[in-house]
């Protein structure tokens, strides 16, 4: 089945420490994003990328860095720089720049 | 600057009744706006979206939405609700230039009452 994986679903981490999110597709798409969900303020764009090798700062992009080596591929590194890591981190992929978002199920990040 | 405003944070509907779930957004040119359902822990999936043509778009689940060009306005609804359909529901919304980033609202979460 097509879809996006994102990987771990849940994860801990202490203060200071990287982490690294993973997220694939198998869905041929060439857009993908990271969203960061907080509660009562809906859906944040951190990173996205429209190809391979390149990629551009959403909004909230600070403390974060991400890497777009294969088309299928989008991991988000968490960097000690996010002052307030603990959220639910969302990717999603899109076969264009005016179509729908497939998501993925979400990680959640805890700094403990 | 795009923007999206859900005006209410938890709509409750009796079973069976209709339901709405309002959006209102901005931007520059023509809208692609977007409805999206969220379970809890879980990914977004995509209802329904407007992009260009009949201002009633039609969606899975029974969802439908109409477009208004003069209210700026994108509600969603459904004629009989279901409890199944208890969940946060979020609008989104591009600009006309294709940009790439799709522009959330802060989400409404919808209790059907049985």
């Known amino acids: 089945d097509g879809g996006i994986t994102q990987s771990p679903k849940y994860l801990f981490r202490k203060e200071g420490q990287n982490v690294t999110l993973s997220c694939e597709q198998n869905l041929n798409h060439d857009a993908m994003y990271w969203y960061r969900q907080d509660p009562g303020q809906g859906l944040r764009l951190i990173y996205y990328s429209q190809i391979v090798n390149d990629f551009q700062k959403g909004d909230i992009a600070e403390g974060y860095s991400v890497s777009r080596e294969k088309k299928e591929s989008f991991p988000l590194t968490v960097t000690s720089a996010q002052k307030n890591p603990t959220a639910f981190y969302l990717c999603?992929?899109?076969?264009?720049?005016?179509?729908?978002?497939?998501f993925g199920e979400g990680s959640r990040l805890t700094v403990l | 600057a795009q923007s999206v405003a859900q005006p209410e944070d938890q709509v409750n509907v009796a079973e069976g009744n209709p339901l709405t779930v309002k959006c209102t957004y901005s931007?520059?040119?023509?809208?692609?706006l977007f409805w999206y359902v969220q379970y809890p822990n879980r990914g977004l999936q995509f209802l329904l979206k407007?992009?260009?043509?009949?201002?009633l778009v039609k969606g899975s689940y029974g969802f439908e939405a109409e477009f208004n060009k003069s209210q700026t306005s994108f509600h969603l609804k459904k004629p009989s609700a279901l409890v199944s359909d208890s969940a946060l529901y979020f609008c989104a919304v591009r600009d006309g230039t294709g940009a790439n980033n799709l522009f959330f609202g802060t989400g409404t979460r919808l209790t059907v009452i049985p």
């Open positions: 999603a992929s899109s076969i264009s720049s005016t179509g729908e978002l497939f």
């Open positions: 931007v520059s040119g023509n809208p692609y």
């Open positions: 407007y992009i260009t043509g009949d201002n």
